[in-house]
């Protein structure tokens, strides 16, 4: 009965999306743009760009994603993600009424949903170690012929053809500015900067634009460009001290989730006692939201080590 119940739910939502002719690209779209809106009045913006009041669990979580998929340049993948988002919400909640556990299904359907944000959170990790591991190549290889010819337009051209993506595209467009729209050399390193998202290569522009002035903060360079090599000996021992601990978590987290089967065929009375009585069904939202709380704060504290200036 409750999954024919579920089926004319679903029925009925998909007749009220033909009805109303919305995609549901379109209500995800605009759901997250109501949920990430700002402030409406000037006291509430001030105290969040002020920081005296703190942005909401989930909108914390949707703005971080558009500021990840921005940085790789996938913004438009956004709407996916949410329409993603949203189906595994509604998956959760079909899941708990499923199980008819009622106390489940904020937890399942507030969990489920914020899985894609975690994924995207995950790939930055990685996408802003390959930048950095890039970078080092780049700036270094930069810096020798810099400190050589002392002018960067001849420094990047001949090594232009040894970087690579993401990098690469960075100083290509920084020469055809230079050579073909405007040869101010300090204001191309000023439109360069944000164009990579890394507090040394920002401090590295900086000294390379006070070098234009004086030659002789050339020297200040390559201490810059070390910062980079040094972080990335202290991302491989964090790596190194937190697999153990992170590989005891999945294995404590599969245990616990293996237990729920395992139970009914090892006593069929506690397997009822757990899935069907109030105590035990708001013991498994307890435990789901112990589960879905650690695994947010496993990826917040394992996220690498960046130079901050």
Not at 119 to 132: G, K, M
Request: hydrophobic share 50%; proline share 5%.
């Amino acid at each position: 009965m409750t999954l024919l119940q579920l089926i004319a739910c679903v029925g009925m939502t998909a007749g009220a999306f033909l009805l109303f002719q919305i995609s549901p690209m379109q209500f995800t779209d605009g759901l997250f743009r109501f949920l990430t809106r700002k402030p409406k009045n000037i006291r509430d913006e001030i105290n969040e760009v002020t920081k005296r009041k703190k942005r909401s669990f989930l909108r914390r979580e949707i703005i971080e994603t558009q500021k990840v998929l921005a940085m790789t340049g996938q913004s438009e993948r956004f709407p996916m993600v949410c329409m993603v988002s949203l189906l595994l919400f509604v998956l959760g909640v079909c899941v708990a009424i499923l199980m008819q556990n009622g106390f489940l299904i904020p937890v399942l359907a507030l969990g489920l949903m914020l899985l894609p944000f975690w994924q995207i959170r995950l790939t930055s990790v990685h996408y802003r170690r390959n930048v950095a591991a890039e970078l080092e190549t780049a700036l270094s290889i930069i810096t020798t012929a810099y400190l050589r010819h002392e002018d960067i337009l001849t420094a990047v051209e001949e090594n232009i053809d040894y970087l690579n993506p993401p990098v690469r595209r960075v100083f290509a467009e920084f020469l055809t500015r230079l050579k073909l729209v405007d040869p101010d050399v300090e204001t191309a390193i000023e439109d360069m900067k944000p164009k990579i998202q890394n507090d040394v290569f920002h401090e590295w522009c900086d000294a390379i634009s006070s070098c234009q002035y004086d030659r002789n903060l050339k020297t200040t360079l390559t201490p810059i460009v070390n910062n980079l090599s040094d972080t990335r000996t202290v991302n491989a021992e964090l790596d190194y001290l937190v697999a153990e601990p992170r590989k005891e978590f999945a294995m404590m987290v599969l245990l616990v989730i293996g237990n729920i089967p395992i139970l009914y065929f090892l006593n069929k009375d506690w397997y009822a006692a757990l899935m069907f009585t109030p105590v035990g069904q708001g013991t498994l939202a307890v435990c789901a939201a112990v589960i879905f709380f650690s695994v947010a704060r496993v990826i917040r504290l394992t996220k690498p080590i960046e130079y901050k200036r």
